[in-house]
């Protein structure tokens, strides 16, 4: 079976979606190619307010989502802090949101094609994409595959993100009802433990650059997180690998994005945020830029629009990732704020901020001011032994010397 279309986007994802629907509801011929989606991607799943600013049309989706009005920051297992955030984050399975944005772009005229791709050329003057099911020939095509893009290896081959592997567990069973996310930071390596609390399900999950633990070590903790949660380790659960493209390296001449007749989106464009990893709202925003310069007949300003649009954003995140995960300076900061409430009001500035997509100068300086003011660091600690990494910092059980010796 062959197909042609004025438009080809590799992948249904959020960004791939949402482009999908505003070319073709702009009468714009347009094939989406996935054949798998709607399916629940080994992620957090949360969509911050700002997320639902930008796309109005998600309060559709809301009601499927569970609001999380806090973060519980850990330095190891029962040992952290409680930050109550200005704007809760909505935590929504990746299956419910594929499922509503893929009717969304098929009621806008998309046509979904459920099938895999295989191998991609430029041949007389159109993209040609070999699939399990046939043959496609598109004028322009949008790679939306992920990190570990496709499109972008064959259209861009010069152009490389990073990639930071995750691992996933979902826990059966109800398990312990959570009323916050966790974020578990580490002493050394650059990343972070997630605990997300979805609708069903709890998501436990570990983000690292790469080359810093590998998949051994990655589920060892884990599943040592969820040993220490009320005992939800007792069954094997399911697993999921994944990788997310961040903005660390590559970036800088946005160039690289596009080219001839050919766009990226989202991770494939290396666009997730290079501090959390976060990468919905941006790959939703990076959709509407291109659909923008496209439907303006002037494809080649996506590159420059995506500059502006994130640019800065990543700057600063770039700035608080060396300063926060890659330095014991955040993790001293972290400790501190336990009992000092500068400390904790800068963690929690940097919290809602990061969760709102707004590091400005000004607007991070009245989070501080409100959270210096109105907030207290409500800090808990079990009654394991301390435990010190050689740096001087906490850390968990096996990595460095206790604090008795």
């Known amino acids: 079976m062959s197909y042609q279309a004025e438009v080809g986007v590799v992948g249904a994802g959020p960004a791939g979606a949402r482009a999908a629907e505003l070319l073709a509801a702009a009468g714009v011929s347009t094939l989406l190619v996935d054949p798998k989606v709607p399916w629940e991607k080994p992620c957090g799943g949360a969509l ?8 109005p049309a998600l309060s ?12 519980r920051v850990e330095l190891g297992p029962h040992e952290g802090f409680d930050v109550r955030l200005e704007r809760p984050l909505w935590i929504l399975s990746r299956e419910a949101l594929g499922r509503w944005q893929l009717a969304r772009a098929l ?4 046509q979904h094609v459920p099938t895999r791709v295989t191998t991609i050329r430029w041949e007389g003057g159109a993209w040609q994409l070999e699939t399990t099911d046939g043959e496609i020939r598109v ?9 570990a893009s496709l499109v972008r290896r064959v259209a ?10 995750t691992r996933v567990s979902y826990p059966p069973g109800p398990g312990p009802t959570l009323d916050s996310v966790i974020l578990r930071f580490y002493c050394g390596p650059s990343g972070y433990l997630w ?3 979805r609708p069903d399900h709890r998501s436990v999950g570990i983000m690292m650059v790469e080359g810093s633990w590998r998949r051994p070590r990655l589920d060892e903790e884990v599943d040592l997180h969820r040993l220490s949660s009320d005992g939800c380790a007792r069954t094997a659960p399911p697993r999921a690998g994944a990788v997310i493209g961040t903005a660390w390296n590559g970036h800088g001449d946005y160039r690289r994005i596009a080219g001839r007749r050919f766009a990226l989106l989202g991770d494939a464009a290396g666009l997730a945020d290079p501090l959390t990893g976060e990468g919905i709202q941006n790959a939703l925003r990076s959709a509407d830029l291109l659909a923008q310069a496209l439907l303006n007949g002037r494809a080649e300003t996506y590159p420059s629009l995506a500059r502006k649009a994130f640019e800065h954003e990543f700057r600063v995140a770039r700035f608080l990732r060396r300063a926060v995960l ?12 336990m009992s000092s409430r500068s400390s904790y009001a800068l963690v929690a500035a940097t919290l809602s901020a990061l969760t709102e997509h707004d590091l400005r100068a000004h607007g991070f300086l009245g989070r501080w001011v409100r959270a210096y003011r109105t907030g207290r660091s409500r800090a808990f600690s079990g009654a394991r032994p301390q435990v010190l990494c050689s740096c001087g910092c906490r850390a968990h059980p096996g990595e460095g010397k206790t604090a008795a010796a």
């Open 60 to 71: 559709e989706v809301r009601a499927l989502a569970r609001p999380v009005p806090s973060a």
């Open 48 to 55: 911050t307010a700002s997320t639902f600013e930008h796309v």
């Open 326 to 337: 890659e330095s014991p300076r955040g993790l001293r900061i972290i400790e501190r704020a």
């Open 139 to 147: 004028a322009f095509l949008v790679g939306a595959d992920g990190a």
């Open 107 to 110: 009621d806008a005229g998309a």
């Open 156 to 165: 861009a081959p010069e152009f490389s993100v990073e990639l930071a592997p």
């Open 195 to 197: 605990d997300f609390p």
